[in-house]
């Protein structure tokens, strides 16, 4: 089992970069793929990024691509989302899953099996 913490979250303005952290402990990281997904207000939650066990592949939602990269250091047990040019759009709790699946990358919620506890993006205009 692993026990996730998400940090990084705010209060930015349009334009704005953030970098949301992951922290895991319990278990090594390395056993997971990682994942990354947000629920905005009244919407469910949706898939924002994954990284494989390794970091050798990742996968980023349209929304996200070519502003948001996920990475992940095994070694501190971390996961991060730099996320660049926001939108009010990106205005979300951003929430960090771990995957046992044997898939590469896991884009899908059911497939996650823990779960932090989400931290708030706001994006202002």
């Known amino acids: 089992q692993v026990q996730l913490v998400e940090s990084g979250g705010g209060l930015v303005q349009a334009g704005a970069s953030l970098r949301l952290s992951c922290a895991a402990s319990?278990?090594?990281?390395?056993?997971?793929?990682m994942g990354w997904f947000r629920q905005r207000p009244g919407k469910e939650r949706e898939f924002v990024a994954a990284i494989s066990r390794s970091g050798g592949y990742t996968n980023h939602a349209d929304s996200g691509k070519g502003r948001f990269t996920i990475s992940r250091d095994n070694v501190k047990n971390m996961v991060y989302l730099q996320m660049m040019s926001l939108k009010l759009e990106d205005t979300a709790v951003y929430y960090c899953?771990?995957?046992?699946?044997?898939?590469?990358?896991?884009?899908?919620?059911?497939?996650?099996?823990?779960w932090g506890q989400g931290t708030q993006v706001t994006v202002s205009s």
């Open positions: 899953a771990a995957s046992r699946s044997l898939r590469t990358v896991v884009t899908v919620v059911y497939e996650y099996d823990y």
């Open positions: 319990g278990r090594t990281l390395s056993s997971y793929v």
